[in-house]
């Protein structure tokens, strides 16, 4: 794989667009060339850093499942924008009030707001390892979350772009199907349900997400590029060694791996699980599938 250091009861029936998904076309976009560019292997300047890492993909590209796969393995805490912001409005905290009103008046949340929202998290987690997930989204949310962390000496170390071509997201889309109550999401292609057709804990009937569709995902693509290519060129562009950069593509049998290999060499003092470490046996080297 290419790592570049920036480098309802019965079966499932397929939607019409399933069946025709090679001849699905849409926008089409490349990174911008940044993102080839070579970054040697030094820095971060920290001997041995704490994972701080953002994680970034394009809809559909696997990044929750490549994080949920590190925070498994190793001592590493997610942190969900959108978790920490439900639990606020449900413990009716200072943020939680205001982000409902403005939630509940159809705005935007300020930048500062969701700043104050990871800010707070982040106070109680100095010195251990984590991934942010859902913030920054844009340029500005990026310098705003580079300003709190450099004033507390405590930079990103690790930002991970996982890019994936747009015929294998489709693909991963058209054999995906959910449980929706649960929120548990089988593939027919290489995760089956016990049965076809339904969950495997319930037996209830699975479906198709609404917004599983190449008409919504190449909208959502659009919205992905015009947002995260400036937020990357911004990290790409940064004083030589500030962050590690890292581009995950090609392969996507190998991203997993290649993540975990990326957080084993360079942030060693990242700890496995207590069960991690107990299921593997002597010598042996254990690497689960990406999907």
């Known amino acids: 794989m290419a790592l570049s250091f920036f480098k309802s009861g019965a079966r499932p029936r397929c939607p019409n667009w399933v069946r025709s998904v090679s001849n699905v076309t849409g926008t089409t976009h490349s990174l911008p060339i940044y993102m080839n560019l070579p970054v040697t292997e030094g820095s971060p ?63 935007l949340l300020p930048d500062e707001l969701m700043l104050d929202l990871v800010a707070q998290k982040l106070d109680t987690l100095r010195n251990k390892n984590w991934i942010l997930d859902g913030f920054p989204r844009t340029q500005r949310q990026g310098r705003l979350l580079d300003n709190y962390l450099k004033h507390r000496n405590l930079p990103l170390s690790l930002v991970v772009n996982v890019d994936i071509r747009d ?89 997993w791996p290649t993540l975990d290999s990326v957080v084993r060499k360079f942030f060693p003092t990242v700890r496995e699980r207590a069960m991690q470490a107990r299921a593997r046996l002597p010598g042996q080297m254990q690497v689960r599938s990406l999907l």
């Open 45 to 107: 300047t920290d001997a041995n850093p704490s994972l701080r890492m953002l994680i970034f993909g394009k809809p559909c590209a696997g990044k929750g499942t490549l994080a949920s796969k590190l925070t498994d393995k190793y001592d590493i805490h997610s942190i969900s924008t959108g978790d920490l912001l439900r639990q606020h409005i449900l413990q009716r905290t200072d943020i939680g009030k205001e982000a409902e009103e403005i939630v509940a008046s159809g705005g």
């Open 167 to 255: 015929d294998v997201i489709l693909n991963w889309m058209a054999n995906r199907w959910v449980h929706i109550p649960s929120g548990r999401v089988y593939s027919t292609s290489y995760k089956p349900p016990k049965v076809s057709g339904y969950d495997d804990v319930t037996g209830e009937p699975l479906t198709k997400r609404p917004d599983d569709t190449p008409e919504i995902y190449f909208r959502r693509l659009d919205h992905y590029y015009a947002q995260t290519s400036p937020l990357l060129y911004y990290y790409a562009s940064r004083s030589p060694h500030a962050t590690r950069l890292v581009n995950l593509d090609g392969d996507v049998d190998l991203l």
